[in-house]
């Protein structure tokens, strides 16, 4: 074989190799399980309070997860160390394996289950979607947006899509009874009033309401981030 045949024959592997190494990457990253972002799974309980989780992804694997419903401070008032254990552990778990199929805390068996399945609500969300349906603006599927405030407590709201529309709005935290004991009586309205406006609008695009702006504003760009997980 001549050294320019040999050079083309080096030549041709390389391109090869570089090909392969090329559509290696491609595959990778098309087939990431999830969309990057921060992603939020409840679990409704009448009896023994919602559960909140966040899911937060960064190059479709999972980065960290973050219990938003109950608190730390609440689960510490329980002083019960299997309790405070799964509010502790299961997360961490969770990012290790890079699943919610993880084992649950023994003595505090139905909370762990709740933080797994608010999460695999979240991650659910969180894969990749299809194309819209034609004159849908949202998939259908219930999203969770949350809006941190340490200071005044968190705004957490569900958004309910049905046929591409918003069909219910809850505000998840504040809680209903906490609100039943609230003092001022606009911000008992705003919480009413605001997720009305928001179905009735079709859009969180809605006047905030009189003497309640800071609540009013936080229901709004909670719903925002939930219609974000939405798209």
């Known amino acids: 074989m001549g050294l320019s045949t040999k050079r083309l024959a080096l030549l041709g592997t390389v391109v090869v190799i570089l090909v392969a ?3 290696f990457f491609m595959v990778t990253s098309a087939s990431s399980q ?14 023994r309070g919602d559960t909140v989780v966040e899911v937060v992804i960064k190059d479709g694997k999972i980065a960290d997860v973050n219990i938003i419903m109950p608190t730390e401070e609440y689960v510490k008032g ?12 299961i997360p961490k778990a969770i990012v290790a394996k890079q699943s919610p199929d993880v084992d649950v805390v023994s003595k505090a068996t139905g909370s762990s289950k709740k933080y797994i399945q608010a999460v695999k609500m979240a991650l659910a969300n969180a894969q990749p979607k299809g194309p819209l349906p034609k004159g849908a603006k949202w998939h259908d599927g219930s999203y969770v947006g949350f809006v941190k405030d340490p200071k005044h407590g968190d705004t957490i709201v569900e ?3 049905k046929g591409g529309k918003m069909t219910e709005v809850n505000v998840i935290s504040p809680t209903a009874k906490y609100m039943s004991e609230y003092k001022y009586e606009p911000g008992k309205e705003a ?9 009735e609008a079709q859009s969180p695009d809605v006047d905030i309401y009189t003497k309640a702006t800071s609540s009013s504003k936080k229901y ?5 981030l939930a219609l974000k997980q939405a798209e």
């Open 21 to 23: 190494v090329g559509t």
């Open 34 to 47: 999830y969309r990057d972002g921060s992603w939020v799974g409840i679990v409704k309980d009448a009896a």
């Open 78 to 89: 329980e002083k019960y160390a299997p309790a405070l254990e799964a509010y502790t552990n």
């Open 159 to 161: 958004v309910v899509i």
């Open 191 to 199: 919480y009413k009033e605001m997720p009305r406006r928001i179905l």
């Open 220 to 224: 709004i760009e909670a719903v925002k």
